[in-house]
């Protein structure tokens, strides 16, 4: 898949950087880890220039967070409530926790999202929560462009600075990328296991 995407932009140039961060958001094939250092790769080579780059992978991971953020807040944090009554066991939550999530978000939203797009699988989760709680559209596309275009400039550099020695990122992204993503899977069994129904206080 790295041959591929890297054939893919070094044809279509901005526009491959663009549409594959928008796929890694929508559905993550490919994981920005490799995007953007093979990106980067283009840049030190002179087919593409760094800021560029870093323009077209913030643009196109945008459009895909703005999509989850719209379509959470079409359907509405009401409308998910059935979802969660039925479904709650295997997401681990209840409308306790749903509720006290909203009140993480009314304080500490902005914050949420801008760490949630610096962390792997994360970075296209947090939409979600974000527009289902409805967090206000300004509000949201602020903090996760700033977010979404720090990740996309630290990994285009590294792979602009190292030029073709994308073995070397990968040494260090993949290790940390595979930690995040473990300790996620992790949280996630340790909450089935304690997992129980509860019920916000009257």
Request: proline share 5%; no cysteine; charged share 15%.
């Amino acid at each position: 898949m790295a041959d591929w995407s890297f054939r893919l932009i070094e044809q279509t140039g901005y526009l491959g950087v663009f549409f594959l961060m928008f796929l890694e958001t929508i559905f993550p094939p490919i994981p920005s880890e490799v995007i953007m250092p093979l990106a980067g790769i283009s840049a030190a080579r002179g087919t593409l220039t760094l800021w560029g780059v870093i323009a077209s992978g913030t643009g196109g991971a945008m459009v895909g967070n703005l999509f989850w953020y719209l379509a959470a807040r079409v359907v509405g944090l009401r409308r998910f409530k059935p979802f969660i009554d039925r479904y709650g066991r295997w997401l681990t939550m209840d409308w306790y926790d749903v509720e006290k999530a909203e009140r993480l978000f009314g304080r500490f939203g902005p914050v949420v999202v801008f760490v949630g797009r610096l962390l792997p699988t994360v970075r296209s989760l947090v939409s979600v929560p974000a527009g289902l709680l409805n967090m206000r559209l300004r509000t949201f596309v602020i903090w996760s462009t700033v977010g979404t275009a720090g990740w996309t400039a630290l990994l285009a550099t590294a792979g602009w600075a190292l030029g073709r020695r994308f073995g070397e990122i990968e040494k260090v992204l993949g290790p940390l990328s595979t930690a995040v993503i473990f300790a996620i899977v992790a949280a996630y069994i340790w909450r089935q296991l304690t997992w129980r129904h509860r019920h916000p206080p009257a």
